[in-house]
Nanobody, 121 residues
């Protein structure tokens, strides 16, 4: 069983910073792209940032220059450093990873349960 567990959410004032972490565990042969999504109340889940196994990154326009995604392949972790936070960044943040469990399995999409980030004005 593969699990993704997020941590690091919380309440922060506008202009502040938070660092989210996500740890993958279980039977894992290979982790391909890892990413962070967010979902605000009443809105659809959206991609915030993604990072490939080769460390290529992709960001939503709304977070470019403020957020940085990184990963530690040895620890099977992905991080999201969020700076200059705005009230509109308030959402539940979900970790996502494309994971191949064994050498004979196809890679599948896995999701964490989410961590709440609240930015007060």
């Amino acid at each position: 069983q593969v699990q993704l567990v997020e941590s690091g959410g919380g309440l922060v004032q506008a202009g502040g910073s938070l660092r989210l972490s996500c740890a993958a565990s279980g039977i894992i042969f290979r982790i391909n792209t890892m990413g962070w999504y967010h979902q605000a109340p009443g809105k659809q889940r959206e991609l915030v940032a993604a990072i490939t196994s080769g460390d290529s990154t992709n960001y939503a326009d709304s977070v470019k220059g403020r957020f940085t995604i990184s990963r530690d392949n040895g620890k099977k972790m992905v991080y999201l450093q969020m700076n200059s936070l705005k009230p509109e960044d308030t959402a539940v943040y979900y970790c996502n990873a494309d994971i191949q469990r064994t050498i004979i399995d196809r890679a599948m999409d896995y999701w964490g349960k989410g961590t709440l980030v609240t930015v007060s004005s």
